[in-house]
């Protein structure tokens, strides 16, 4: 199956939440595709960030984009069906947090979103083998979770190499995604290793440039580039 196209997706948990919508809107018009929704619990991870509020928040603001819901909070079923009515596009979570897998993955596809497994650095695929026909994205973490502004745990990028191999082999339409330490010095790299979707956070709001019309034209255009440079 021929690869789908590169998808950018800014983590807004290095926006400006004083400001989140027309952070999203800015950097939407410079290009970016997609959303990525950090959710954090304070128990699952070291942090807390935002929940079904701030997602129906930014749809009722018009955001149109794609919204890729990461929940890092344990458990997980209960905070779904909200996400869902929140306008949520992807709903992700990470094996850990759900004492029933399989169930989790159905309930967000009977929803009506994406649905995907997150793999913490640590945490071997092999989990995916009986769940491959119910997972819509394989989400990589390339730094541990909870914050952003980590370095990319290098060893990832075999672990990309092998996520890749197992969804061209298994024949089924899925993203690989990739989430921490992304900069335009590695995502050539990383999309050679073989994803397809790049979640990065500090690269894109830490780059808010006053001289671009969308404040974050020249760091998505940098982006593209490189992406575009990539040998797959
Ligand atoms: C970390 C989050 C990431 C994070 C990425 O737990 O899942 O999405 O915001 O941030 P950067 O790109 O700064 O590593
Ligand atoms: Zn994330």
């Given at each position: ?13 290095s ?13 939407i ?20 960030t ?21 929940l890092?909070?344990?458990p997980?079923?209960r ?102 330490g ?10 050679e ?14 780059a ?25």
């Amino acid at each position: 199956m021929a690869r789908q196209t590169d998808l950018i997706a800014p983590s807004i948990l290095s926006a400006d939440f004083a400001r989140l919508g027309e952070e999203v809107d800015n950097v939407i018009a410079s290009g970016a595709d997609v959303v990525h929704f950090d959710v954090m619990d304070n128990h699952y991870v070291p942090n807390l960030t935002i929940g079904p509020l701030v997602c129906e928040s930014l749809r009722n603001h018009g955001v149109t984009a794609d919204i890729d819901v990461h929940l890092m909070v344990k458990p997980v079923d209960r905070i779904i069906p909200d996400f869902a009515k929140a306008g949520a596009t992807y709903i992700t979570f990470h094996p850990e947090a759900s004492e029933h897998v399989d169930r989790t993955l159905s309930m967000i596809r009977d929803l009506g979103c994406k649905s995907g497994l997150v793999f913490n650095p640590a945490t071997p695929l092999n989990l995916l083998v009986h769940v491959m026909d119910k997972v819509d994205v394989i989400l990589l973490m390339s730094v541990n979770p909870g914050f952003g502004g980590q370095s990319f745990i290098p060893e990832t990028l075999n672990k990309l190499n092998t996520a890749r191999k197992m969804i061209d082999s298994s024949g089924y339409d899925i993203r690989l995604e990739i989430d921490g330490g992304v900069k335009a010095n590695n995502i050539r790299q990383i999309k050679e290793a073989g994803a397809d979707m790049f979640v990065a956070g500090s690269a894109i709001f830490g780059a808010e440039n006053p001289d671009d019309p969308n404040k974050y034209d020249s760091i998505c255009a940098e982006f593209r580039k490189e992406l575009a440079a990539a040998e797959v």
